[in-house]
């Protein structure tokens, strides 16, 4: 039968990729099954074998209820007119966000008529193509199959969508891409997500693929429901609906405000809530919260807290009932975490450490806790246990004991996996301790150079291997080199030309020779070290130092003879030219001849060691005063270490930019909003 759609203008443009994303709109069907009164769904998607040769990864997605149906009397009305306002019983214009999905839609409905107690069924298939640009939809011809059916029949409305949008629609239009929401191992999760409650209470039985949706393997227990007054800024009363549903296999807490939209209650926002002082094992929630009485728009303008102080106030209090619900749960860590820190082995108790690397170890204490109970029962283990764990936390090895010596259950590692992923604690704790480290040998450093040698060094080769080890004061880059050269035969090389040129005893003449009383600094002799890094497939790198004893002062001596190491390793032939050469001479003085001709090779450089580079550029001196060198590093280090500590801050107290009425001392904590697709 050939029919014709019935349009208000206005509505046009409505009618296609007006969703946020594809499951948007899929729920929008579903909502039109809801409408319909149906107490069944049936959702069937055609997945893509993975041994398939395919485009997309779902072939086709129907929708089946068994709602009223609309009879073909009705068809004009409920289905032929796209600006229908009455979605009771009829599908509005959410019947077309099918066309956000794909290109080919089929709507098959039985419905009944009242009226002359008949029972129709009518088909309608729709083309996307067929709209194309055409303004005045009414213009479109349908081609629809009707009939009127004899007997009774159970009433319908089924919607098959195919031909989905594929990567060349899609780069452009990104509303019409398939989200993961709808993969074969989450639409089960998306729907229980969007409809807990209908399915929870048994309003209505989804069935995805024929497996119907069973709450129990979503929820733990029963729902907690809790309805809180709420005084508005104006004074007004409203009563609060909290919906709170435990969830496996969810480690984080979500929270919904949802809204009536024609008759079906709505997520209108979304937001994530967490605290650092949630114990591990309160597990994955979801918090649905309605109100009757409060009007839509503060829901859906939730996010403007900073320029409406009616939503403000509504998000504070949403925040401090959150709160007050998770201290509730929360007894049994709080109660824990306050006996482990009055622990003989607690590692804290005496020293210092960043603030997220204790909020760490104490949750992964009483994950091991709840394992082994080896605080409660005054284990000696602790006095093991606790340091490792502290050990392990600061090296970046959690693997290690968290599979291997405390055998935690793959429960307990998704838990620990989780807390790691949902904050920066990893990182901030491994870069802390990196920093702290090298803040102690660089003050230990500035003890060999400056203070009694003797008192903390036997041997000279004691003092090398420590200076070995501490490159990374030349630069980052060296953090990671190697002490040693691949190439042996260079280094051969290097060192007979360091005995050839660099070796000549310091006289006061030269004004090379610094005041050392002390005979055992005295006796120390110069250094020479070497670094290998790789810088590509072809080229590398060799950082040759010389540390000149305490005795010896850099004059244009001793600047002399390194110009003229550097320029025999440009001259000699077996000294390759895919090799930089970084040449470093350091010293505990210079004296003031050869400071001045350093400080005007130095203009204009931002390095404040240069003094020399070649023409083929492979080949660099640096001149350093260990007093400058230490400075400087020092002050790198204490810049990293201010970072960090307002990074650790951060960790603990960033939700009061936001909440200041809150009180930030255990019931600290975020609502931070998250995309709804």
């Known amino acids: 039968m050939k029919r014709k759609f019935t349009t208000n203008s206005r509505l046009v443009n409505e009618l296609f990729a007006n969703y946020i994303s594809t499951f948007s709109a899929f729920c929008e069907l579903i909502n039109n099954s809801i409408q319909a009164k149906a107490k069944n769904i049936w959702i069937d998607i055609d997945y893509t074998s993975p041994t398939e040769v395919h485009p997309l990864i779902i072939k086709e997605i129907v929708v089946k209820d068994d709602g009223i149906g609309v009879h073909i009397n009705d068809f004009e009305r409920k289905i032929l007119d796209i600006g229908t306002s009455n979605k009771e019983g009829g599908k509005g214009i959410g019947r077309f966000a099918a066309f956000q999905i794909g290109k080919q839609i089929r709507i098959e409905t039985i419905g009944f008529c009242s009226n002359d107690k008949t029972f129709s069924k009518a088909t309608l298939p729709l083309s996307f193509d067929k709209f194309g640009n055409n303004i005045n939809v009414s213009e479109i011809d349908v081609d629809t199959q009707e009939e009127v059916l004899i007997g009774n029949h159970e009433t319908c409305y089924k919607v098959s969508i195919n031909n989905l949008y594929d990567s060349n629609v899609t780069e452009n239009e990104p509303k019409k891409k398939i989200i993961d929401k709808f993969l074969e191992n989450k639409i089960h999760d998306s729907i229980f997500e969007r409809y807990p409650l209908k399915i929870f209470n048994k309003e209505i039985n989804f069935y995805i693929n024929n497996k119907k949706i069973d709450p129990k393997d979503f929820v733990v227990g029963n729902p907690e429901k809790r309805i809180l007054p709420y005084t508005d800024k104006k004074g007004k009363e409203h009563q609060i609906l909290f919906d709170a549903m435990n969830i496996k296999n969810v480690e984080r807490i979500k929270v919904f405000l949802t809204t009536m939209n024609a008759g079906i209650q709505t997520i209108a926002n979304g937001f994530e809530f967490d605290a650092t002082w949630l114990s591990p094992k309160i597990g994955g929630w979801f918090i649905y919260i309605s109100s009757d009485s409060l009007p839509s728009d503060m829901y859906r303008n939730i996010d403007l807290d900073g320029l409406d102080e009616n939503v403000k106030h509504y998000k504070d209090f949403i925040k401090h009932q959150l709160n007050e619900f998770y201290k509730i749960k929360n007894r049994e860590f709080d109660n824990f975490t306050d006996k482990l820190k009055s622990d003989e082995f607690y590692p804290y108790r005496l020293k210092t450490s960043s603030q997220s690397k204790v909020i760490l170890f104490d949750k992964l204490a009483y994950l091991v806790e709840d394992r082994y109970n080896i605080l409660n029962e005054k284990n000696r283990l602790r006095e093991i246990v606790y340091p490792l764990i502290d050990r392990t936390i ?40 990196k920093v702290a480290s090298k803040i102690e040998d660089i003050e230990f450093l500035e003890k060999l150079v400056y203070s009694d040698i003797s008192k903390n060094v036997k041997e000279r080769k004691e003092l090398h291997k420590f200076l070995e080890k501490m490159l990374w004061v030349f630069g980052e880059e060296y953090n990671d080199s190697t002490r040693l050269l691949s190439d042996k035969g260079l280094e051969n090389n290097l060192n007979q030309l360091r005995d050839d040129i660099l070796q000549y005893k310091p006289s006061k003449s030269d004004d090379n020779i610094a005041e050392v009383t002390d005979k055992p600094i005295k006796s120390i002799t110069d250094l020479f070290m070497y670094s290998e890094k790789i810088l590509d497939y072809n080229k590398r790198e060799v950082l040759i130092v010389e540390l000149k004893a305490p005795k010896v002062k850099i004059s244009p001596k001793e600047i002399g003879q390194v110009m003229k190491y550097a320029r025999e390793i440009e001259k000699k032939g077996f000294f390759s030219k895919k090799i930089n050469y970084k040449i470093l001479l350091v010293s505990s003085e210079i004296n003031s001849e050869a400071e001045f001709d350093i400080k005007g090779r130095q203009i204009g450089k931002e390095n404040p060691y240069f003094y020399f580079e070649n023409e083929d550029k492979n080949i660099e001196i640096w001149i350093i005063k260990w007093s400058d060198l230490i400075e400087n590093v020092k002050r790198k280090l204490k810049y990293m270490s201010a970072i960090l500590k307002t990074k650790d801050v951060d960790v603990q107290e960033k939700a009061t930019k936001d909440f200041e009425e809150i009180d930030f001392g255990r019931t600290s904590s975020t609502l931070k909003k998250v995309a709804l697709n």
Do not use: A, C, Q, V
């Open 394 to 433: 600061s090296n970046g090895e959690l693997d290690s004991i968290l599979k291997g010596i405390l055998k935690l259950n793959t429960k307990m590692l998704s838990k620990f996996s989780d807390l790691l992923e949902k904050t920066e604690l990893e990182h901030i704790i491994e870069f802390s301790d």
